[in-house]
């Protein structure tokens, strides 16, 4: 079997720095430490179809080449971005005749599966059902969104985790050392500040860690035989780093999912946290914005209603201002919303009624809430016995029915005793006080 880790020199760095044994594989110790039932059925060469989860860099592509490896297993990689069902199609008739001649599996490593359609995903139904192929798919997408559950069903599902920031130090010191597939053979000067410096910017991707420390290496000065990284080269290379923001993918959803919760949960500090982290990946503040605007909606409402107009200002003064001058709003306002009164009883009394109204039962409108503009009208009471509320004594008239017959009795908004809502509450109560004086007058 050709050596699936042959790297010739002028591999970038990341490449040949590829690990090739569960030994040297770096973290996923959930799944691989000696014991785990994944790391058991490898070293016993019995391995199963699987897809491998986890964000860019933490490993997936080399833990499948290993796999082949310490299976003996022929490998064909197949990526959904380029693969159509041709292709899978050949690398099946590969994998068959490699099968039927010398008896040898084959791993099929599928790459960013999640962007085969559901007709490419079921093509590989009946091979990885007969065992034809070891199935490995890889993406950085829920597997429970992207993926059909017919193939879901037939695969086991692996979370591959972020590499933390001293696994990454690590990485790369052993990129300077290693004398063949690193930097062994060089004399690169580089302050341990910087290997930290280099590690969080790498925001728990390896692949992307040993790309900053191969360009901090070219643009290093040189003297004779020694490479010296000095902070100002190292600032060059950093300096169109970006933390990790997918758009439209998990990380994404995961991030505005986390500032949403925050607002909800009034820590207005990590509320600003999460916007940043979302602003400096380079999301659409106007995204922001309007995600804000609905915060202010669902989860402050009357509690402090000042909260929708300082959410729609903050989206008008972006759309004056642009970026950056712009963002400093839009964090205002995402502060004001996490330290504001919080009630959600607008939300779900909205939700409620859209219930009721959508259950298909159209209530008619009582008679005396129509309108009659014409005699015919009159003649069939239309606007009979209504009250005017301006003619009752404090506006209101006490006992009145505003809903059809069928829900007289029937309540959707609850104000909760927070903020300015606890006032409104204080009046529905008393109002509704009245209603019950009144209506025990009327039938006694």
């Known amino acids: 079997m050709a050596d ?42 019995m391995p199963h179809s699987m897809v491998l989860w986890g964000p860019p860099g933490v490993g997936k592509t080399t833990l499948a080449r290993m796999i082949a490896e310490l299976c003996d297993a022929n490998f064909e990689v197949l990526s959904a971005v380029m693969a ?17 001649q010398s008896n040898r599996k084959t791993l099929l490593f599928v790459d960013e599966v999640h962007r085969f359609n559901k007709a490419q995903q079921d093509a590989f139904l009946p091979y990885v059902e007969d065992g034809t192929v070891i199935f490995i798919g890889a993406t950085t997408e829920n597997p429970s969104f992207e993926l059909n559950n017919a193939l879901l069903s037939r695969v086991r ?14 990485l790369l010191k052993r990129a300077l050392t290693e004398p063949e597939k690193g930097y062994g053979k060089r004399h690169i000067q580089i302050a341990d500040e910087m290997l930290a410096n280099i590690a969080r910017a790498a925001d ?33 290379v950093l300096q169109e780093s970006t933390r990790r923001f997918d758009k439209g993918g998990d990380v994404f959803y995961e991030q505005i999912s986390a500032l949403h919760k925050a607002v909800r949960g009034s820590s207005p500090d990590a509320a600003l946290y999460w916007c940043m982290r979302m602003l400096d990946g380079g999301c659409d503040p106007i995204y922001i914005a309007r995600r804000v605007l609905r915060m202010a909606s669902e989860d402050i409402g009357n509690a402090d209603p000042r909260a929708l107009d300082i959410a729609l200002s903050a989206w008008q003064t972006f759309e004056r201002l642009g970026s950056p001058e712009g963002e400093l709003a839009i964090a205002q306002a995402v502060v004001y919303l996490a330290s504001a009164a919080k009630s959600n009883a607008v939300y779900q009394a909205y939700n409620l009624v859209k219930a009721e109204v959508k259950s ?10 129509r309108n009659a503009p014409t005699q015919l009208m009159k003649d069939m009471d239309y606007g009979m016995e209504y009250r005017y509320a301006h003619n009752e004594p404090n506006g209101y008239a006490a006992g009145e029915n505003y809903m059809p017959e069928e829900l007289h009795n029937e309540q959707y908004y609850f104000p909760v005793e927070r903020g300015l809502e606890s006032k409104i509450k204080q009046k529905l109560d008393y109002l509704r006080e009245l209603d019950k004086s009144s209506d025990q007058k009327r039938y006694k």
């Open 157 to 170: 599902v692996y979370v591959l985790r972020s590499l933390d920031e001293d696994s990454i130090v690590g």
């Open 4 to 45: 699936l880790f042959s790297s010739p020199s002028f591999e970038p760095l990341a490449a040949r720095m590829r690990p090739r044994n569960l030994s040297d594989y770096l973290g996923q110790d959930h799944i691989l430490a000696p014991g785990k039932a994944l790391r058991t059925a490898l070293e016993e060469g």
């Open 204 to 236: 728990g991707d390896a692949r992307r860690s040993l790309n900053l420390l191969e360009i901090a290496v070219d643009l290093g000065e040189q003297q004779g035989d020694q490479t010296t990284i000095t902070d100002a080269t190292l600032q060059e």
């Open 84 to 100: 159509g069902v041709k292709d899978i199609r050949a690398a099946v008739d590969r994998a068959k005749m490699a099968q039927a």
């Open 360 to 369: 298909g039962l159209s209530y008619e409108v009582p008679n005396h809430l």
